[in-house]
């Protein structure tokens, strides 16, 4: 007979456990008749910048535009430089660039993957505007240190949680540490929308009140302009999505994490695991490992019915795109990570004897 295959993800199976009141919200929501900018956003607002712990969330279209919405609401020197890891996602750098500023790439931390305040601190100079840590696979940036550089050197500090929707480090969660922070609700995320979706999240508000601004045509009243804007607004179906899955996101949050334990303690010493630091809860939106022969262990994997990811194959310092924001950049470490990372199989849908099941191909690989 043969083996069942493990999926990386399985949106329709991780989402199964709440059909019935994502329909309900779908009906409350198409009953109303009012599509754009009502009250089913204003509820998730007010309870994801609670979950938060912080003052104010702006619902916008996509993770993307709240990295770049959250940066033009900062209102830094046009043209200044933002500090950020090398071995990022595509999109903080497409957002620097955005907002009218200069991405300054620093090789991130070998074993939290996160932005290394040593290298921060290296690269500090006049240009210097704002750091962006960003969490990623859902382990928060050593926020104390790289709060402490930025308060030192005049700086804002914008989070990019797009992958940690309720990451810890000492009790205080993804997005309540910077001046303002970025999340992105796409359908793999930890909270996922059935769509795009995102939100900056901010203590600030006269920083929200821009944002406001930036998502609705720079318009505060209806046909009047204060700024330049976008259309770049959270849905009202998506905001209602959002609140049933935020009901559920520490459950979700938990299982992934107790995937992740046995991931922890089974996986064979071959393999370079992710660290767990004092005081960090991960979110584990995703569960990276290392291997020199990543991509020899990949094919091992799938000829026994796992499937997996990397995240993310071809550095931002590589891709033509970004050649003329970037210029040409050694980052060893950076190109290192991309040849040998793998992610595993951990989502709300996957079971711990799948887990399991990865585990035992694994440490069967040689
Ligand atoms: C770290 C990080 N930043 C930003 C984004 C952009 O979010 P979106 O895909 O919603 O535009 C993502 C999403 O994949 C991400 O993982």
């Given at each position: 007979m ?6 990386y ?27 754009v ?9 007010e ?27 900062s ?19 497409l ?59 005049g700086l ?65 009243q ?28 520490e459950?979700i ?6 995937l ?43 000829a ?23 210029g ?5 470490l950076?190109?290192?990570l991309a ?9 709300y ?18």
């Amino acid at each position: 007979m043969a083996v069942p295959l493990i999926e990386y993800e399985n949106l329709a199976k991780a989402n199964a456990p709440f059909q019935a009141e994502l329909e309900a919200a779908f009906r409350s929501v198409s009953q109303r008749g009012w599509f754009v900018l009502g009250q089913a956003v204003e509820t998730f607002e007010e309870q994801f910048a609670h979950y938060c712990q912080a003052a104010h969330c702006v619902g916008v279209g996509s993770g993307l535009d709240a990295l770049r919405i959250a940066l033009e609401a900062s209102q830094l020197r046009s043209g200044g430089e933002v500090i950020v890891a090398g071995n990022v996602f595509v999109a903080c750098l497409l957002a620097i660039g955005q907002a009218g500023l200069r991405p300054r790439l620093v090789e991130p931390d070998p074993l939290t993957y996160n932005l290394d305040p040593d290298r921060v601190a290296e690269a500090i100079g006049p240009n210097t505007v704002a750091l962006m840590p960003v969490h990623l696979y859902g382990k928060m940036c050593d926020m104390p240190r790289l709060l402490a550089l930025a308060e030192k050197h005049g700086l804002w500090v914008v989070e990019d949680a797009a992958q940690a929707h309720g990451a810890s480090l000492h009790g205080r969660r993804a997005g309540s540490w910077g001046h303002c922070a970025a999340f992105s609700f796409y359908p793999t995320k930890n909270l996922g929308a059935l769509g795009d979706g995102g939100a900056v999240v901010t203590n600030s508000p006269t920083l929200a009140q821009r944002a406001k601004l930036l998502r609705n045509y720079g318009s505060g009243q209806k046909y009047h302009n204060q700024v330049l804007g976008y259309n770049s607004r959270l849905d009202e179906l998506q905001a209602a999505f959002l609140t049933v899955k935020l009901a559920h996101l520490e459950p979700i949050n938990q299982h992934k994490r107790q995937l992740a334990a046995i991931y922890q303690t089974d996986l064979g010493p071959q393999f370079v695991k992710p660290a767990a630091g004092e005081g960090y809860r991960d979110a584990f939106h995703i569960y990276p490992v290392r291997h020199p022969a990543r991509d020899r262990l990949r094919e091992h994997l799938r000829a026994h019915g796992v499937r997996t990811e990397i995240h993310y194959p071809v550095p931002p310092h590589r891709q033509p795109a970004l050649q003329n924001l970037l210029g040409d950049l050694h980052l060893p470490l950076t190109d290192q990570l991309a040849a040998t990372e793998l992610s595993l199989p951990i989502s709300y849908g996957h079971t711990p004897a799948e887990v399991a099941r990865v585990v035992e191909a694994m440490n069967g690989f040689s």
